[in-house]
């Protein structure tokens, strides 16, 4: 176990286990309660998996209304709840407390409705993500954002992360894409936002919700938007001798008003142990190497391609190779989408970190990676969505050397660090959880976090629903919610006034 | 009212907000004033006037970024980057025209409060959808920043897009950081008449269920300027894609007519005039905007109907009913009746005299448990409710 502490447990919540474990049953019928130590195990952890910890007890509802009593028991006896979708989280979010009821919403697996008119589909959040594409693609509809473990992760875990993808560049985050949410608060009070119109009758609570991580309330039921498939997609494959030209590149098709469906870079270690992996026919001579695909009409697609492959030319590319076929394309990409098992079979373990920095400091945070790549003495290799600057540098190291995983670590955050620096951001689409909590204060001073805070105080005033996650110091909100008011004149004497 | 506070600077703001909320004095929040006749009005002893707050930070193009001032005028913002070849593409409207008042005002603070949009919401979003970060002030006279300038960000709450469309009961935006996109280089416009308003939906509702990608989509019942019906769709993009998207829709709408097109001049000025709702400027009817599930919008316009003497206008494929009713009365509880009994969604009277907005419920009213969230959430912002008491609720 590593350096990032999670709340010390509640002594009384866990000697009165039993009596909470008979409670749930009483909401719960049935193999929905868990609490037997095997059985449990499953659940110790997601998908950042050198963290571990075994839930108090698991319990799996089924319907709105168990969510709801588990809830007003949870609060009215001051035990925690920790909520949980398909466990993919890659920073925490989903990490189980010692004194927490764990609350996997895998039940809620079913599609609700699906409205071609209004391009609507209403799922329990439990549905995969890929699962809703699966409800409308056999009238050519899709759903867009696409997390890179879309197959597995869960609707709900979405709205918690904000989950982007790899077409979020022109398709938008989750947030963009979701058009409603039931959930249930700590208390157990059900509430409903947005559906299959637009924006808010008040305040926007649908977009607070969204990438809340799951501290604000247990989402039951989600309403995302769905697109028609695009009528086709090309790919360009194009080398760089060195990664400015590269970075220069994606800043020129940018500023050319092209917003590709999607565009990924990686480096040179990234090329070679995807190309190892998957054969993909990566050129291994070039430094950077990008994969723009360009979506829509056909016509639209053919003229851009050529625009695209200018502009490729005009950066010094080495190597420019463009998709003739479905097949070609979907080549271009097995390389891409194999990068993060290709680094696992060149390193016994990896963390992927996910910052995102500005587009034009990309060779600055390459070449200052490099740098922190020697002082810790451990490999990075780099992919990102180049498109819209979030980075994924893979470390490389060995979990079973001593010291290997702290070293990890502390280069990640080193990373991180240097996001900021160029004013850029810790996550991207990860999700702070207990991954990147104690990093937070890098990025905002004590009264943002205060203020952040404060909207927890609205939800959840007793900060049972998820803590230790997001926020390094948990206060009090009694503490939060004081003013420190000094009465007397108008301290700006010299202020404009009418 | 007694006085007028005019702060220069971040710092004279936030003092002026810790004095008021030390003097449990309330304050109205303002720019240039051009939205002071929507939402409900706030009557309070000082106002908080931003407009000098105003100025470019940074802006660049290549990164697709702009940081700027609260009080910078929109108009002189959308200039800006046009220059670039750029645009703010969730179109935010002018309510100049419809309120009877001078076009072209407010500030992109005002505009970030009240979370406007145009007829491309339905492809590009609102404000909402390109706030990337805030500065602001709380109720409590603390400056808190909250997002970052990137757009791929999920580090902590998401408080722009909490605040964006909050009329500024939450905090008071200093300086914001959006996203800006490439303005496209052609536009042409699909124009089906004569439709009904059903079959107008239904065409519209196919045409953003296509691959066409659409960027507007409006129904006028009466056409532009008081004709047959026009059911127009927006095309915009690379000039060959455009020409190419026409001719899919061509035939996807085959069966509802032989289509006109507007080109960019007329395209232009037809879609400003749906996004301003100019046609029903130079009256002082009460107008609503509804927003409905787009395709149940005609049935609750016929609900409607049946009681009442109405004129529409259907944006967004429908999802947006602009509603001019008989002058006089308000109506707020027939439109909010056939509004439930339609589907839901929410009504929002937005032209109407002063005495109106204070007495009829100009937003949507939330279910009790809802209402006492959104309370406790201004509550954790403004605990002194200094902030633009009572713009959106009676009494908060």
Known sequence: MTAIAMPKPDEAVLARRMEIVKALQAIVPGEGVIHDETEMRPYETDALTAYRQMPLIVVLPETVEQVSRIMKYCHENDVKVVPRGAGTSLSGGALPLADGVLVSMMKFNRVLDIDFANRAVVVQPGVTNLGITRAVEHEGFYYAPDPSSQIACSIGGNIAENSGGVHCLKYGLTTNNVLGLEMVLMTGEVIRLGGKHLDSEGYDLLGLMTGSEGLLGVVTEVTVRILQKPETARALLVGFPTSEDGGRCVADIIGAGIIPGGMEMMDKLAIHAAEDFVHADYPLDVEALLIIELDGPEAEVDYLIGRVEEIAKANKASHIRISESEEERMTFWAGRKAAFPAVGRISPDYLCMDGTIPRRELPKVLAGMRELSEKHGLQVANVFHAGDGNLHPLILYDANQPGQLDAAEAFGADILRLCVEVGGVLTGEHGVGIEKRDLMPEMFTEDDLKQQQRVKCAFDEKHLLNPGKVFPVLHRCAELGKMHVHKGQLPFPDIPRF | ?396
Not at chain 2, 147 to 175: E, H, I, M, Q
Not at chain 2, 195 to 223: D, I, N, T, W, Y
Not at chain 2, 265 to 291: C, E, H, K, N
């Open chain 2, 1 to 396: 009212m007694d006085s007028i506070l005019k702060p220069r600077t971040a710092i004279e703001t936030r003092d002026a907000i810790a004095w008021a909320a030390a003097e449990d004095t309330p304050l109205e929040i303002v720019g240039q004033g051009s939205k002071r006749d929507l939402g409900r009005p706030v009557q309070t002893a000082h106002i908080l006037d931003l407009s000098d707050l105003a100025g470019v930070d940074v802006y660049e193009p290549a990164e697709l970024v702009l940081t700027l001032k609260a009080g910078t005028p929109l108009s002189e913002v959308e200039k800006l980057v046009a220059d670039q070849g750029q645009e703010l593409s969730f179109e935010p409207m002018d309510y100049g025209p419809l309120l009877g008042r001078e076009a072209g005002r407010g500030t992109i603070g005002g505009a970030f409060a009240t979370n406007l949009s145009g007829p491309r919401r339905i492809k590009a979003g609102a404000f909402r959808d390109h706030v990337l970060g805030l500065e602001a002030v709380s109720g409590r006279g603390e400056i808190f920043n909250s997002g970052g300038r990137v757009v791929k960000n999920v580090t902590g709450y998401d408080l722009p897009r909490a605040l964006c469309g909050s009329w500024g009961t939450l905090g008071v935006a200093l300086s914001m950081t959006i996203k800006v996109n490439p303005r496209p280089e052609a536009t042409a416009t699909f124009v089906l008449e004569g439709l009904s308003e059903e079959q107008g939906v239904e065409a519209l509702c196919k045409a953003m269920g296509s691959s066409a990608e659409v960027s507007g989509a409006a129904h006028l019942p009466r056409g532009l300027e008081g004709g047959p019906s026009q059911t127009l769709i927006r095309l915009e993009g690379f000039g060959t894609s455009v020409d190419y998207r026409f001719k899919t829709l061509e035939s996807l709408l085959s069966s509802y007519g032989k289509p006109g097109r507007l080109d960019t001049d007329a395209s232009g000025t037809t879609w400003l005039a749906i996004r301003d709702v100019l046609p029903f400027s130079g009256r002082t009817t009460p107008v609503w905007r509804v927003s409905v599930a787009p395709a149940a919008s005609p049935a609750f316009v016929r609900k409607l109907r049946e009681s009442m003497d109405i004129d529409v206008i259907l944006d967004w494929s429908g999802g947006l009913v602009w509603l001019s009713c008989e002058d006089g009365l308000s109506h707020d509880t027939q439109i909010r009746r056939a509004l439930s009994e339609t589907g839901g969604g929410h009504a929002t009277l937005v032209r109407a005299d002063g005495a109106t907005r204070v007495s009829v419920p100009v937003f949507e009213p939330q279910p009790s448990p809802l209402a006492a969230l959104s309370r406790r959430l201004k509550d954790q912002f403004d605990p002194k409710g200094v902030l633009n008491p009572g713009r959106m609720v009676a009494g908060v």
